[in-house]
């Protein structure tokens, strides 16, 4: 079955300071989404991806999906405190079902003042 | 435009009790789906609804179930519940049934004691 595995778990960066979110998946990729949870909440849409080498980008925000859709960075720039929460990359395959999406565990990102 | 929106928001039942859990979708939405977030796993899908009828399910015993009514909104039931239930129950909803965005609602989160 399909596996997504997101890095870092866990991330503190200072307000101001770029960072880096990483999805990668055991198979190639139907669909590739990111969404946002603010702990304890519900998640909130950010960006689908579905063509090799797409980019997207919404405010600070840009999401890449490789080549051969098997991994897919989330980057943010000058970080916010509004930032903060918990990104998950959410994916769709071919042997799943293309309802059905598998999650990542989960990045934890702090943002300090 | 309203989002999905979920009841209750919390819910306490002990073991072996059933517990209801209930979703509206977007208005225009066809097709709803559950998912569980329990400490520790992870965000994993349980059951997909569109139509009226079931039309996927995770990997889940029979006593999580649920159904579609008429103006599809949405109903997960719980029997002989378990403490390992305890977790956030997250309802998203889609366009279609081919339309894979999917927008998720606040969720509702049982502990079972």
């Known amino acids: 079955s399909q596996e997504l595995e997101q890095s870092p778990q866990s991330l503190i960066v200072q307000e101001g300071k770029n960072l880096t979110i990483n999805c990668t998946s055991s198979?190639?990729?139907?669909?590739l989404y990111w969404y946002k949870q603010k702990y304890g909440e519900g998640l909130i849409f950010l960006m689908m991806?579905?063509?090799?080498?797409e980019e997207k980008s919404h405010e600070k925000i840009t999401a890449k999906l490789d080549e051969k859709k098997q991994q897919s960075s989330l980057h943010i720039t000058a970080s916010q405190p509004s930032h903060a929460g918990i990104y998950l990359c959410?994916?769709?395959?071919?042997?799943?079902?293309?309802?059905?999406?598998?999650f990542g565990t989960g990045t934890r990102l702090l943002v300090s003042p | 435009e309203a989002g999905v929106t979920q009841s209750p928001t919390h819910l306490i039942k002990t073991r072996g009790q059933q517990a209801t859990l209930r979703c509206s979708p977007i208005?225009?939405?066809?097709?709803v789906y559950w998912y569980q977030q329990a400490l520790g796993l992870g965000l994993q899908f349980l059951l997909w609804?569109?139509?009226?009828?079931?039309?996927n399910r995770g990997n889940f015993p029979p006593r999580f179930s649920g159904r579609q009514f008429p103006n599809y909104s949405s109903e997960l039931n719980v029997n002989a519940l378990e403490l390992e239930d305890s977790a956030l129950y997250l309802c998203?909803?889609?366009?279609?049934?081919?339309?894979?965005?999917?927008?998720f609602g606040p969720g509702t989160r049982l502990t079972v004691l």
């Open positions: 959410g994916a769709q395959g071919a042997d799943t079902g293309f309802q059905k999406l598998v």
């Open positions: 998203a909803s889609s366009l279609t049934a081919g339309v894979v965005e999917q927008f």
């Open positions: 609804y569109d139509e009226g009828e079931e039309r």
């Open positions: 208005s225009g939405h066809t097709s």
């Open positions: 991806l579905q063509k090799g080498g």
């Open positions: 198979k190639t990729l139907y669909g």
